[in-house]
């Protein structure tokens, strides 16, 4: 599609890395291509000025002028930028004052409130002991508060009776008696989705803010989301006072520009990310691991995580060794494939590594589909394990017999051949890859890396 | 938003209506945020000629919009080449501005056309989670049924909770029967079924509601896939339309959406919903420039009625903050 931010970034970051000095001109054309790739990643204009300006302001000067290497000086100040501006540390939900506290979850419609108020109320039940209740506000989707009262019941949280007829504040108002009466520590409030822009619902919800005085009040949002983030933040900010926010869908391959944008505009926190449809795909949110991701380093850690879900701890372990040592021969190939397979494909997992938009472009070339599968497993059976340890020895005579063996064609062979080679060179990049994309001493590991080891 | 046969004239008086009504809807949603860019534009203009700083912040103006900056700069080429270094008015820029978009959208909007010939016509409704699949569905089978049409509609979403229910609850809003199965059910299963009884009762038109799935959830996509096959077991020439459907709040992620599903899904057309808010739904541009998949329907509110034809000029004069709604030239 368009080049990805990390794309463009590390293509900008390769130049300045191979000069000596870093011009002002240098760190004209990399804010430039910051500037487009924070726009094509969804970051609203406005913050993307303010971003780039205060870039330069902290790009030129002495700092980076004298520094040795100066391309490793602008890779640093744009993550330490991106990561400051979207929050420094991770701020959690906070949950205080006298119980039944009120938890008002508000935002677009479809944005994810309903399922994510079952998330957070699963996640405190089960970490940290809280009664929860939730109750559906919702009276004008249909089968919203019926969608409430299923979710509870997969996770295990009560919900309060559906009684028909109730206006949104009658419904908190009773929640909130039932919560009491129960003994309830956090009353989850999933409102109705709305506009901003939508008077008579924006007043709705301000007078169940009003009636029921939230200790939270999270604008729940899709982290896909355009240049229309700044507004919707703005607004429910201006028009309601939002506590924080929840961006949804970070499982998709959007670049979560709008959680810079909304950041930006309501220096509001934003407090945890949902990350699939189940009801623990919740997390919380890092800054430096999505600017890290934004950056081009590659979201390491999810990536490890994920990874783990996945990968048998054995394979894992040599995988993680090799890696370290940037080897990588054609049975690492199969079972990397398989395992990207499971894992949601080979576009998502390179999405979060760093620099792999080329190769990833590559592969999405190649049409990897199913079928591509098959023969790329059905070749490299067909090699000797001498051929599988080291591709170089893959003459023409000995091309022929394994396209033979394998019912393919050396062209086919080739193919394989190649994206072997790039997968390879990636894995030795990825190996080499410290904090922040700094290279780090020859002999250390990468950090995050440790994290490829067994979990005890 | 469906193209009518011979019968239309009738209701024609009643159409000018409604067009007026929808276009109110939509302008009113879309200027709120439109003021911006008209302001916008009438600062640079009046002050200063469209030189090179000018193109520069009025290409800001429609980044702004979700254009995405290569489909914005690619506009601006040709506005440039036109009015380069000459004194103009921000009306003037405004509308030349509107027809270079009109000119863009023009070629890709196209009502959806249900065959008789089909028995029944069958429409596979996608797209990723919460963008109005289900909604649109319900809106859709009320202007069918307004023309007379059989209509049924089919549960496809097995997983999400109350995602049956809720399409039922169209089905009794609009008076139409709904094929539904067991929750967590195999979608493809139900496709069959409502295949196999929409065949059987001679229905016109069999409307398929599918689960929302991100586009890079290959696993999900697969699934997708299968249904597809599964209804072509049934009729070799269905889905005869596979509609998109995109959130107008959704920025450049929409054109890997567009590309995926219209890869895996082979999609047909594109609806695009929530029209009513803030966003200006740019990116439609950005998608017709680059796929050109016909655009049927825009979503402009929640009630069943908040479905309209998709009309270029309409859009465009709108998304630049212009006043009138056939002026675009
Ligand atoms: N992939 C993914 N899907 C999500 C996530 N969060 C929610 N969803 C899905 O998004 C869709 C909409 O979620 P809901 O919880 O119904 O959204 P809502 O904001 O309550 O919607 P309204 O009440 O209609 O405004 C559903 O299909 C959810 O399963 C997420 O983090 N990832
Ligand atoms: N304002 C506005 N809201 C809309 C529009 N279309 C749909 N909605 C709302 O958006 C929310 C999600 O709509 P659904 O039809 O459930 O979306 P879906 O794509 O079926 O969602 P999933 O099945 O969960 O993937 C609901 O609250 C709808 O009322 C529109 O054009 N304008
Ligand atoms: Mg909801
Ligand atoms: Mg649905």
Redesign the interface.
């Known amino acids: ?2 080049e990805s931010l990390s794309d463009r970034l590390s293509g900008v970051f390769d130049k300045l890395t191979r000069r000596g000095a870093l011009s002002e001109a240098d760190v004209d054309a990399a804010l430039k291509e910051v500037r ?1 790739a924070l ?4 970051v ?2 406005g913050v993307v000025k303010d971003f780039v300006a205060d870039m330069r302001k902290r790009a030129i000067g002495h700092e980076v002028l004298k520094s040795v290497t100066p391309g490793q000086q602008v890779v640093k100040i744009v993550g330490d930028a991106l990561t400051e501006m979207l929050g420094g540390e991770s701020e959690l939900l906070s949950i205080v004052g006298a119980p039944p506290a009120a938890v008002l979850l508000v935002g ?5 409130k309903t399922t994510t108020a079952a998330k957070i109320a699963k996640r405190l039940t089960e970490r940290e002991n809280k009664r929860c209740l939730m109750a559906s506000l919702d009276i ?5 508060q ?6 509870g019941e ?1 996770a295990g949280i009560p919900t309060l009776p559906i009684v028909a007829g109730e206006t949104p504040v009658a419904i908190a108002n009773r929640a909130m008696a039932a919560a009491r009466l129960q003994g309830a520590d956090i009353v989850f409030l999933d409102t109705a989705g709305r ?4 008077a008579g619902m924006m007043a709705e919800v301000v007078a169940v803010r009003d009636a029921v005085q939230p200790v939270e009040t999270l604008l729940v949002a ?1 982290s ?6 700044v ?2 933040a703005r ?1 429910f900010d201006r028009q309601l006072g939002i506590t924080g926010v929840v961006l949804t ?1 970070m ?5 979560g ?2 959680a810079l944008s909304m950041r930006a505009v309501t220096g509001k926190p934003i407090k945890l990310i949902g990350t699939g ?1 189940k009801l623990d795909a919740l997390e919380d949110f890092h800054p430096a691991r999505i600017s890290s991701r934004i950056l081009g380093m590659g979201d390491v850690v999810s990536l490890v995580e994920k990874a783990a879900e996945t990968i048998e701890q054995e394979d894992a372990e040599k995988m993680a060794k090799k890696m370290a040592r940037g080897e990588f021969d054609l049975d690492d190939l199969r079972t990397q494939l398989k395992q990207m ?1 499971k894992m ?2 080979m ?2 997992l390179m ?1 979060m590594l760093p620099g792999m938009g080329k190769i990833q472009k590559q592969v999405a070339e190649a049409n990897l589909s199913e079928d591509m599968f098959k023969h790329q497993d059905a070749i490299i059976s067909s090699m000797t394990p001498g051929e599988r340890k080291n591709a170089r020895i893959l003459n023409a005579s000995r091309k022929k017999r394994v396209a033979a063996g394998s019912g393919t064609s050396v062209q086919e062979i080739n193919k394989l051949l190649k994206m072997h080679q790039q997968m390879a060179k990636m894995m030795k990049r990825v190996s080499k890859m410290g904090a922040r994309g700094m290279m780090p001493g020859p002999d250390s590991m990468p950090p995050g890396f440790e994290n490829f080891m067994p979990r005890r | 938003m469906f193209k009518r046969k011979a019968k239309a004239e009738a209701k024609a008086e009643e159409r000018a209506e409604e067009k007026k009504g929808w276009f109110q809807r939509l302008k009113s949603g879309l200027s709120r945020s439109t003021n911006t860019i008209s302001t916008g534009i009438g600062d640079i203009f009046t002050k200063r000629k469209l030189d090179a700083t000018s193109l520069e912040e009025l290409e800001d103006l429609l980044i702004t919009s979700d254009l995405g900056v290569g489909t914005a700069a690619r506009v601006l080429k040709v506005l440039s080449s036109q009015r380069f270094e000459k004194e103009v008015d921000p009306e003037e820029v405004r509308r030349a501005l509107a027809g270079e978009i009109r000119d863009i959208l023009a070629p890709v909007a196209k009502p959806l056309e249900i065959s008789p010939a089909n028995k029944p016509h069958v429409i596979l409704m996608v797209g990723v989670n919460g963008t109005g699949k289900t909604t649109t569905i319900g809106k859709m089978a009320r202007q069918l049924k307004d023309q007379g049409k059989s209509v049924m509609l089919a549960a496809g979403d097995t997983f999400r909770a109350a995602a049956i229910e809720q399409l039922q609850i169209w089905g009794e809003r609009v008076g139409v029967p709904v094929v539904a199965g067991k929750v967590g059910g195999d979608a493809s299963g139900l496709a069959w079924d409502a295949m196999d009884r929409a065949m059987g009762e001679g229905m016109d038109v069999l409307l398929i509601d599918t689960a929302g799935r991100l586009q890079n959830r290959s696993e999900l996509m697969d699934e997708l896939a299968k249904v597809i096959r599964v209804i072509r077991k049934k009729d070799a020439s269905a889905p005869h339309d596979t509609i998109l459907v995109l959130d107008a709040t959704t920025g450049q992620n929409a054109l890997n959406q567009t590309e995926v599903f219209g890869k895996i899904a082979e999609i047909t057309g594109i609806i695009m919903t929530k029209l009513d808010g803030s966003a200006r739904g740019g990116i439609l541009v950005a998608c017709a420039e680059k796929f050109g998949i016909p655009v049927h329907a825009v979503g402009v509110g929640e009630a069943v009625e908040d479905l309209h034809s998709f009309d270029p000029a309409a859009f465009a004069n709108a998304l630049v903050g212009l006043e009138d709604i056939e002026g675009a030239e």
């Not at chain 1, 726009?39 to 969804?42: F, G, I, P, Q, S």
């Not at chain 1, 019926?146 to 979710?151: G, N």
Request: proline share 2%; no cysteine.
């Open positions: 599609m368009f487009l726009l094509e990643a969804d609203a204009l677009l419609q479809g944005s994810g004008r989707r249909p089968a919203a019926e969608q409430l009262r299923v979710l997969q506009m901003h822009v939508d899709d896909l989301t355009g240049q229309d983030a507004n919707v607004e869908r499982d998709g391959d959007g670049r520009g709008a449809e397979k949601g494909g576009k998502g999405s």
